[in-house]
């Protein structure tokens, strides 16, 4: 499985937008898929998963009521979308898979330990 993020870029603090993470090499029945983000100087960091279905969610509190993620499983692709975006949100945003049912274990895919495949990471840069 390949996994391919884009979307990233330079926003203003306030701005939108939204990233992307396609995958290919087989249809991702029953994976959740992930982001994480790292900045400079700190720890990669669990943002947001949704399961299969699309009807389970899960966020960090850094980024409830402003980041929505959602899936299109015809396009077998992931689209967070990010608003009101603060300086402190600037970080490299890396998608993930990980096989199971987001439902039973929300705590399980808020680790790295969570998910099998990996994309390679978009930068987001959010200006003051």
């Known amino acids: 499985v390949q996994l391919q993020a884009s979307g990233g870029g330079l926003v203003q603090a306030g701005g939108s937008l939204r990233l992307s993470c396609a995958a290919s090499?087989?249809?991702?029945?029953?994976?959740?898929m992930g982001w994480f983000r790292q900045a400079p100087g700190k720890e990669h960091e669990f943002v947001a998963a949704?399961?299969?279905?699309?009807?389970?969610?899960a966020y960090a509190d850094s980024a409830k009521g402003r980041f929505t993620i959602s899936r299109d499983n015809a396009k077998n692709t992931m689209y967070p979308q990010m608003n009101s975006l603060k300086p402190e949100d600037t970080a490299v945003y890396y998608c993930?898979?990980?096989?199971?049912?987001?439902?039973?274990?929300?705590?399980?895919?808020?680790?790295?330990?969570?998910?099998?495949?990996w994309g390679q990471g978009t930068q987001v840069t959010v200006s003051s």
């Open positions: 993930a898979a990980g096989r199971g049912d987001l439902y039973y274990s929300t705590s399980y895919y808020t680790r790295d330990d969570g998910y099998n495949y």
């Open positions: 949704i399961n299969w279905s699309g009807g389970t969610t």
């Open positions: 090499g087989r249809t991702l029945s029953n994976y959740v």
